[in-house]
């Protein structure tokens, strides 16, 4: 009977029960939480991917084919060290002077499909006559290396939307 009683008196016991029944939330929290950064980071990239292509489109005075596809490549470089998924489409739209706004061109090249909302997107960045804007939509499926706490997978789509720097609208060749 002293051992029972040796036992109870010993506060490593007590120490390890309580280690045992903290240690597991505490390691989901730090995978968690190492998650989430990571997920937060491959948003930020890829609000920079968007903004980079909607720049360097509007520099441009006419988009070729082959520029767009070195836009594209230098997209998928900012994006490192993620890989995956990375899909982008850039459109003109543009305020005319007969009073109407409409969508020039759009550009699929870096995998992206056809804005359908394209329209809708430009028309507040094209308040009068003659103003035109470039919008690209830039979409990165993000998968989680492990998947312990998140979802496996979240969806990162941003909008961004660039004002012509060479002239009143980009053309498309």
């Known amino acids: 009977m002293a051992r029972p009683s040796r036992f109870r008196a010993d506060a490593r016991a007590s120490i390890t029960v309580e280690f045992a029944l903290v240690a597991p939330v505490m390691v989901t929290m730090l995978f968690g939480s190492i998650s989430a950064a990571r997920l937060v980071r491959a948003s930020i990239k890829t609000w920079n991917v968007a903004q980079s292509l909607g720049d360097l489109v509007a520099q441009q005075t006419t988009l070729t084919?082959?520029?767009?596809?070195?836009?594209?490549?230098?997209?998928?470089?900012?994006?490192?060290?993620?890989?995956?998924?990375?899909?982008?489409?850039v459109a003109s739209v543009t305020?005319?002077?007969?009073?109407?706004?409409?969508?020039?061109?759009?550009?699929?090249?870096?995998?992206?499909?056809?804005?359908?909302?394209?329209?809708?997107?430009?028309?507040p960045y094209t308040p009068n006559p003659g103003d035109s804007?470039?919008?690209?939509?830039?979409?990165?499926?993000?998968?989680?290396?492990?998947s312990y706490v998140l979802p496996s997978s979240f969806t990162l789509t941003r909008t961004t939307y660039s004002r012509p720097r060479a002239g009143t609208t980009v053309g498309h060749a």
Request: net charge negative; charged share 5%; with cysteine.
């Open 133 to 146: 804007v470039v919008v690209v939509q830039a979409t990165y499926v993000y998968t989680f290396p492990p």
């Open 65 to 89: 084919a082959s520029a767009m596809t070195d836009f594209c490549a230098g997209g998928r470089l900012t994006l490192a060290p993620f890989t995956g998924a990375l899909t982008a489409t």
């Open 95 to 123: 305020f005319g002077a007969s009073g109407t706004r409409a969508v020039d061109w759009q550009d699929t090249t870096c995998g992206g499909a056809a804005l359908s909302n394209a329209l809708a997107l430009g028309t």
